[in-house]
């Protein structure tokens, strides 16, 4: 039984959504500074903030919890 595939339609979570409550907990959102002079870049989900600026997601999570800007942008959480 554990070897049982569960992938596609044999998930039992298949074709349920996520509801908003759920989607809240899990994206972090990310706020995005230039370093210079602390303007605001944006907010974005950790997802889309490491596709934006072409960072890794280990990267992200150091400069974060150092707080130390990356490349002219500071993160916080």
Known sequence: MQKKDKTGKNNPNFGNKKSTITLSKIIKPVYVYN???????????????????????????????????????????
């Open 35 to 77: 370093s210079e002079d602390m303007t605001d870049i944006g907010s974005y989900p950790t997802v889309e903030c490491i596709k934006t600026f072409k960072i890794g997601k280990d990267t992200l999570s150091k400069y974060l919890k150092l707080g130390i800007p990356y490349k002219g942008k500071f993160t916080q959480e």
